[in-house]
């Protein structure tokens, strides 16, 4: 039972009988189910061997550095916390608001839209998946992979609308092409959505980068992608820094497929952080 | 708490891992990259094999690594071994990726609890390499029926119960537990015998 425990694989009323019976304080019970939980660990070296990406650790690295930079770095020496100081970013603040209330006025149908095309897309999905649970483990595969992208538009949309949310303009360089624009949201993370984008030659695919602040930092590869045949596309990054403060901009590259650790071409597009 | 009593040996509080794990508190990239050569293949493995998909299993291992990087003040070396830990934490991890939203999930969330529990190896274990470690487990997973070996499968790379096992193999639920029980006292007892 100790094993079984220590997999998940009880039921419910099994479960709780042994975590009652532990809560009286068996030692002896509680040295049997920690040795289980080693045993059942090894059962991890039965998954086939697989590698990851470079570019997985390449994200994780910058993330962690930039992570060590950010609780290392001191007080900007602007920063004041008098009460004129305090008076003086209120006022800052207040007409950041009026600015941001008028923006917001300005993208309200065009989020609308885009929260109507979601939720349609989410009753959709939310219909596929009644049907899917229904059927077989193959089918379960499946209804995984509908969960994981109804998340992922959630998550998607929460960062669209979320006033949290930083906007950055990504400019065409030296091409043909419109802007494209990224969502960053300290918490969820940062969309991007760029339309009529020109179709990569070959397999080639669309990489996005960020630009460290710090004077010779590396650009920090992020997630690839490819346009739809109409030329839409939509990243969902969602691991980015915590912060974009040591962020100076996005770029993105067109690079080989599978993407590069370090950008191979010049960037296609460009958006500095406000 | 009494589960804080049953401490490992002090040549394992004093392993390499813990001494790593330690440096992160002090924000060491170094051995934050150390970790990281030495495990991402296997926690990436248990990982991929779990949610089937090279994306979402990337997200998974970042993740877990970050989780590692942001809070290891939450590994304690005295309670356990460092790589059950890690483990443990990637399957939960990406278990609750694979099963959104479900009753499973919501069962492994309470879980979750238990991820900074005691986890001690038996008396027996010796530090083998990742290589030999893999060699072993398998070997021994191999030589149960294909049934049994089915059911432990299941339950720990999908995170079914035993009555969810019975359904899916449709076979009676005290065979399947069974099944599962003997498995892995077998497995036990191979480790043992194997050490």
Redo the contacts between chains.
């Keep these: ?1 100790y ?2 425990y220590a ?6 009323p099994e479960r709780a009988a042994l975590e009652a019976h532990l809560a009286t ?1 068996c ?1 002896e019970c ?2 049997s189910v ?20 470079d570019m ?2 390449g ?3 910058q ?3 930039s ?2 930079k950010s ?2 770095s001191p007080v900007p020496t602007g920063a004041t916390t008098t009460p004129a100081g305090i008076s003086y970013w209120l006022s800052a603040g207040v007409a950041a608001l009026l600015l941001l209330t008028l923006y917001f006025a300005w993208d309200a149908h065009r989020v609308k839209e885009e929260l109507r095309a979601s939720n349609e897309q989410n009753q959709r999905n939310e219909q596929m998946v009644a049907s899917a649970q229904n059927e077989s ?1 193959v089918t379960q ?1 499946k209804l ?2 509908m ?2 992208q ?2 992922k538009m959630h998550r998607e949309t929460a960062i669209l609308t979320d006033p949290a949310s930083v906007k950055i303009m990504l400019a065409a360089q030296k091409i043909q092409a419109p802007q494209m624009v990224a969502m960053w949201h300290a918490k969820y993370g940062i969309v991007l959505t760029g339309q009529k984008v020109p179709m990569p030659s070959g397999n080639r695919v669309l990489q996005l980068w960020l630009i460290p602040k710090a004077p010779g930092g590396k650009a920090m590869p992020s997630m690839t992608v490819r346009p739809d045949a109409n030329g839409n596309l939509v990243i969902l990054v ?2 980015p820094p915590a912060s974009g403060s040591d962020t100076k901009a996005l770029a993105i590259t067109e690079e080989p497929a599978g993407g590069s650790a370090a950008p191979t071409t010049t960037p296609k597009w460009v958006g500095a952080m406000s | 708490m009494f589960l804080a009593a049953f401490s490992p040996k002090d040549d394992r509080e004093a392993s390499p891992d813990a001494a790593l794990v330690r440096q992160l508190l002090q924000n060491d990239v170094g051995a934050f990259e150390k970790l990281y050569d030495k495990y991402c293949r296997i926690v990436y493995s248990l990982v991929l094999r779990i949610v089937q998909q090279s994306g979402p299993a990337e997200e998974v291992v970042q993740d877990v690594f970050l989780q590692l990087w942001r809070n290891s003040a939450q590994y304690d070396p005295a309670r356990g071994p460092f790589v059950p830990w890690l483990l443990t934490l990637a399957r939960n991890r990406a278990l609750d990726t694979l099963r959104l939203k479900s009753e499973r999930q919501r069962r492994l969330e309470n879980q979750a609890d238990e991820l900074f529990s005691v986890v001690v190896a038996p008396q027996y274990e010796k530090e083998l390499d990742e290589k030999r470690r893999a060699e072993r487990v398998r070997s021994l997973v191999g030589e149960l029926n294909p049934q049994q070996k089915r059911a432990i499968e299941l339950a720990y790379f999908q995170g079914l119960s035993h009555s969810e096992i019975a359904a899916e193999l449709k076979e009676p639920l005290g065979t399947v537990k069974s099944w599962i029980r003997n498995g892995l006292i077998r497995l036990k007892e191979g480790l043992h015998t194997a050490s």
């Design positions: 039972m094993e079984a997999l998940g694989a009880l039921d419910p304080g030692a509680a040295k920690a040795e289980a939980r080693w045993l059942v660990s090894q059962l991890a070296y039965l998954a086939p061997e697989a590698s990851t990406s997985l650790k994200r994780l690295m993330t962690v550095r992570e060590t609780e290392s483990a595969q995984a992979a969960e994981e109804m998340a969602s691991n």
